[in-house]
């Protein structure tokens, strides 16, 4: 009986050790990792009227503006993801007074060269896949 009891404990220990180490049950898992990101950008709208850069603005005959759909795609022009863009933050680029409108877009899936973004109904803007993985923004020119 002793030597049976060894033997429970010593095969609940080996199963406890082998679990944390993740070999039990891990066929049940993807070899791969996820290959999903986060985009981050801005749609940087021309024609805001001058101030303080870093106040809020908006540009209303752009068209552009808080929660205008952000739509992401492959070069063939699947939709992969969607987000929003959030409130305008005055800037200027030394010749004039820009909108800035960012956004943030999670889960865009990995597995592309390159990604076509638009803002509204805008035609869309190509990025290197390489750089937006890279945390590099996807800044949207509207004049």
Known sequence: MRRFLSTVIAVVTLCAALSGCGWVRAGNRSPNKPTAFVLRG??????????????????????????????????????????????GVLATDGTGYRC????????????????????????PVSFPAEELRQDKPAVIPIP
């Open 42 to 87: 801005y749609a940087s709208v021309a024609g805001a009227p001058a101030g303080q850069p870093g106040a809020a603005c908006e540009v209303p005959a752009s068209g552009i503006g808080p929660n205008a759909p952000v739509h992401v795609a492959d070069p063939p022009g699947h939709a992969l993801a969607t987000g929003t863009l959030r409130d």
């Open 100 to 123: 800035n409108f960012a956004f943030e877009i999670y889960g865009v899936p990995g597995g592309h060269t390159t990604y076509e973004i638009s803002v509204n109904d805008r035609p």
